[in-house]
DNA sequence: GCAAAAGTGTTGAGAATACACCCATGT
DNA sequence: ACATGGGTGTATTCTCAACACTTTTGC
């Protein structure tokens, strides 16, 4: 039982799966993109593919959100970088997972506000933002299954989401630039299901220190009275976190 | 650029690393065992090893942890058994961090009781307990490195272990079965680097519901007054989590 | 004027801290 | 008797949730 031993290690192949998340319409959703060639030919699937010989698991991530949305981020720290945030979620390895051969997935969890493009075509097949309650809710049996073990994936992807929000300044990442406390109080409000008091959210971002600084502008495109504009602060964990109800 | 091309993947070796912690003598302490072949011949590095063709990754870090330990514990849903806690860290893919060929690390954390070998021997080579602090710490700049990326991964898993005590129940991976209130508290005070008020640490655990079971007896082990002895309930989570201090 | 969203003030409930104090053992 | 750690009571401080109320826009 030699260790290390080059001149036997078994070979696999790695890719990097995305679990990229946004809000539209006061819903989370994922992006999907439909899968061209077998296996699971037709179904729809987190976007992803190998990392190649001479590139970084972080690299590669950015690599194919870059591919997908045009957006540049950085994975190594968990950094946002041009709005958007991408981080390393979990590695999946099941023998099985793939029938053609043994392939690592190291799934990546990545966080944008709402792009532009309804539809990105970073590949020619289909792609498009699907609300996670339909692809995850325990409703809906009749739901057509994703890829691979990407359902699993995108489930820990959207917990991962959902409960980073709580001690990180990351609902930012879901917003634009500028953007007012009612807006990321949607964010918080699409992400995790729930209703919060438009005052205390108000009280508490700005209260906590670093989370958002005044850009100065003020804006209306939301009805009522004009709003301040804000900008994410350089916090990055949030003390004290905010709090999801009902728990 | 075609994705999952079967007959152009490049090939991969696939490794699990293990972050062993356990609190020996109010210290947080890593195993390490010594290299026996180069690279990195002599150096110490976390325990670890190929990941076998038919074996899924949490099965390669459970069977890693037996050869180590001689502990039984399942990774796959981040659950403790046998006494041990078994979960799944990080991915290391840096092109360049094994010198020999492509190697992804697919590393894990896992903690467990104060042992009663001090120097397990799974393999001939040596191991140790080192604490964290002479390993990471930020003085002692003449300490010798460890192997490979394992000091990164190191910090990582004891960063995670750190922040993980906060608002799950793990920190009874470290007791033995049944253990008192003082004992869990010395285990928080070793991880954390912090002294805590044993009055209120008492209240808190104790009413914290599903956290800690009475299992009936009593011991004088630590001296002074007979403690009540507990074993872990099935809480998972910490709802209101236990606060670090100067934060 | 009226609806809608932004923002401020106030109050009461619950949790965390700090610490006084008592309890039950070993030596 | 005394040291040692276990465990309870209590006052102060802080945070959170609930909600009344005012502000500033569009229509």
Redesign the pocket.
Known sequence: MSRYDPSAFPPFAVTVDLVLLTVREHELCALLVRRGEPPFQGYWALPGGFVRPGEGLGEAASRELAEETGLRAHASPGQVMAGAHLEQLATYGHPQRDPRMRVVSVAHLALAPDLPTPKPGGDARGARWAPVSELLGPGRTDREPLAFDHELILADGVERARSKIEYSALATAFCPEEF????L?RVYEAVWGVVL????F???V??TPGFLVPSGG?T?R???????LFKAGGATVLN????R?ES
């Open positions: 007012t406390v009612g807006e109080r008091d438009p005052r205390n108000h009280r508490k700005t209260g003020t209306t939301q009805g009522g009275r004009p709003a301040q004290p976190p905010m709090l109800p």
